[in-house]
């Protein structure tokens, strides 16, 4: 498995490896799953017109997850990390979110913060391990990215969390 940024290429692949993981969700959930997690993901095209960046895992010559970071008022953001369910559970998620924290860190970024649910074992407990910590009172952008996503619906399944953690120096 390489981790590298993504290629014009690649962009076109983003999309279905966002939306495989919308099974488990729906698992997790049960029926009464909001239809957001189940809406079709952004193109690749859509995510490279954000200022940031992309680094996808690549198996082969396929890619089989991606890391997303936008940039949020001088802010590195998290915005999507996706891995293909048949590749999951062999450390690519971690390997991307560590690999997204150095590219950030090394564009000058301080920190990182994301938004998840509390209590998804593959979100809040996941990025807990990673060093990933609650935002406990949310200003600026991170409460415009909390708010976006009470507005997409995203909380009607669980309770979502900004989360957050300094960039080692």
Known sequence: MTIRPGRPSDLRHLAAVEDAGGPMFSDHFGPDLAPVLLSPAPSGLDRDLEPGFILVAVVGERVVGFAHVTDHEGHAHLEQLSVLPEHGRRGIGSALVR???????????????????????????????????EVGHLAGYRQRLHDHEIALGLDADGVRVVMSRPLDR
């Open 99 to 133: 690999a997204a924290m150095e590219e950030a860190r090394w564009s000058g970024y301080a920190d990182m913060s994301l938004c998840t649910y509390r209590d998804v074992p593959w979100n809040g407990p996941f990025y807990a391990r990673l060093g990933f910590v």
